[in-house]
C-alpha cells in the first residue's frame, strides 16, 4: 500500500495503539507491522476501543477480518455485532457466522436452552464449533450427538472420550 493510501484515520489509530500497547510500527504502511501492534492491542482492554477504530479506518479488508475473527472472542457477547460491523460488507460472512457459533458455545456451556441434540442441528455447525463444543461442553446429549454425528473422525472421537 503506497504512503497515500494510509488515511489519516488509520495513522492517527495506530498512532494511539502504539502509545497504549508500547510498540512502535516504523512503517505504518507496512500490513504485517499493523497486524502485530493490532495483536498487542487484542491483549488489553483498555486498547480494544482504539482498535475497532482502527479496523473501521483499517484499508485491508482481509486484515481487519482477521482482527476482528480474533476480538470476536475476547469481547462481550453483545458487543460483537459492532466488532462485525465495522468490516466491510465484503468480508462480514466469516465474522457473523463465527459471532453466532461463539454465542452458541457459550448457550452450551453454561447450559442455556440445552435439549436433545441430533444430527440434524449438529450437521449445521463447521468444524471449528464441533471441536470446541467437544472440548469444552460437559453435556452428555450434546457429546453423544456429536460422538455419532461429528462431521470428522477427530470430532467423534474428541465427543467419544469427553463422554468418558
Same mark, same amino acid.
Given at each position: 500500500? /503506497?504512503?497515500?493510501?494510509?488515511?489519516?484515520?488509520?495513522?492517527?489509530?495506530? !498512532?494511539? &495503539?502504539?502509545?497504549?500497547?508500547?510498540?512502535?510500527? =516504523?512503517?505504518?504502511?507496512?500490513?504485517?507491522?499493523?497486524?502485530?501492534?493490532? !495483536?498487542?492491542?487484542? %491483549?488489553?482492554?483498555?486498547?480494544?476501543?482504539?482498535?475497532?477504530?482502527?479496523?473501521?479506518? *483499517?484499508?485491508?479488508?482481509?486484515?481487519?477480518?482477521?482482527?476482528?475473527?480474533?476480538?470476536?472472542?475476547?469481547?462481550?457477547? %453483545?458487543?460483537?455485532?459492532?466488532?462485525? *460491523?465495522? &468490516? /466491510?460488507?465484503?468480508? !462480514?460472512? #466469516?465474522?457473523?457466522? !463465527?459471532?453466532?457459533?461463539?454465542? =452458541?458455545?457459550?448457550?452450551?456451556?453454561?447450559?442455556?436452552?440445552?435439549?436433545? #441434540?441430533?444430527?440434524?442441528?449438529?450437521?449445521?455447525?463447521?468444524?471449528?464449533?464441533?471441536?470446541?463444543?467437544? %472440548? *469444552?461442553?460437559?453435556?452428555?446429549?450434546?457429546?453423544?450427538?456429536? /460422538?455419532?454425528?461429528?462431521?470428522?473422525?477427530?470430532?467423534?472421537?474428541?465427543?467419544?472420550?469427553?463422554?468418558?
Amino acid at each position: 500500500m /503506497a504512503d497515500a493510501e494510509v488515511s489519516p484515520e488509520l495513522r492517527d489509530a495506530v !498512532r494511539r &495503539l502504539e502509545a497504549l500497547t508500547g510498540r512502535v510500527v =516504523t512503517d505504518v504502511t507496512d500490513g504485517h507491522a499493523r497486524w502485530e501492534l493490532y !495483536r498487542a492491542a487484542l %491483549a488489553s482492554d483498555a486498547a480494544r476501543p482504539v482498535l475497532l477504530a482502527a479496523v473501521v479506518a *483499517e484499508s485491508d479488508a482481509t486484515l481487519a477480518s482477521g482482527v476482528v475473527g480474533e476480538a470476536l472472542e475476547r469481547v462481550p457477547r %453483545a458487543d460483537r455485532a459492532t466488532w462485525v *460491523e465495522a &468490516l /466491510a460488507p465484503s468480508v !462480514r460472512a #466469516f465474522s457473523v457466522r !463465527r459471532a453466532h457459533e461463539l454465542g =452458541t458455545l457459550e448457550d452450551l456451556r453454561s447450559g442455556a436452552g440445552v435439549k436433545e #441434540f441430533g444430527p440434524e442441528l449438529v450437521d449445521g455447525w463447521s468444524d471449528w464449533l464441533q471441536l470446541r463444543i467437544a %472440548a *469444552e461442553v460437559s453435556n452428555p446429549s450434546v457429546l453423544r450427538a456429536l /460422538a455419532g454425528a461429528g462431521r470428522t473422525k477427530r470430532i467423534r472421537q474428541a465427543a467419544s472420550v469427553a463422554l468418558g
